[in-house]
């Protein structure tokens, strides 16, 4: 076969992949592909037999070798939260005066946030609070 149907055949799978959920099983065929088209092209399979020898061993030696550490890598990814619950805990600065049971505005993280207190004291305008729960986009902050 020639080298380009290899190139083609390979770029096919890899496309494939966008829309096939088995975890990089195609993805690792298209790679195989690619490479069996690099071999082909420089003049290293003499023959279709050989090709499909070479597409066999790269496809199982990468799929064995690489697909383990890449699912690992994209589900930890996955798995690492980003949303505003990651908030809790952290230390803000109060805006201005923030009076029992009232709302006022504080900065966390360089972006400005509505907070409320529980806590029976006013907190003063420049105070650092923690962050102890998130409702929506409010913070539920008591002082540190």
Excluded: N, Y
Aim: hydrophobic share 50%; glycine share 14%; net charge negative.
């Amino acid at each position: 076969m020639p080298w380009w149907v290899w190139a083609v055949g390979g770029l096919a799978l890899l496309g494939a992949e966008l829309f096939v959920p088995v975890d990089f099983f195609v993805f690792f065929l298209g790679l195989a592909a690619l490479g069996v088209s690099l071999v082909t092209g420089l003049g290293l399979t003499p023959d279709s037999t050989a090709q499909f020898v070479a597409f066999s061993i790269l496809a199982l030696l990468s799929m064995v070798g690489l697909r383990a550490p890449l699912v690992a890598r994209m589900k930890r990814g996955a798995d690492e939260s980003v949303g505003v619950e990651t908030l809790v805990g952290e230390s803000a600065t109060l805006l201005g005066a923030l009076a029992p049971g009232g709302v006022a505005k504080a900065e966390l993280r360089g972006t400005t946030w509505t907070v409320r207190s529980e806590h029976g004291d006013e907190l003063a305008g420049g105070r650092r609070c923690r962050v102890e729960r998130v409702d929506g986009l409010t913070l539920w902050v008591r002082p540190e």
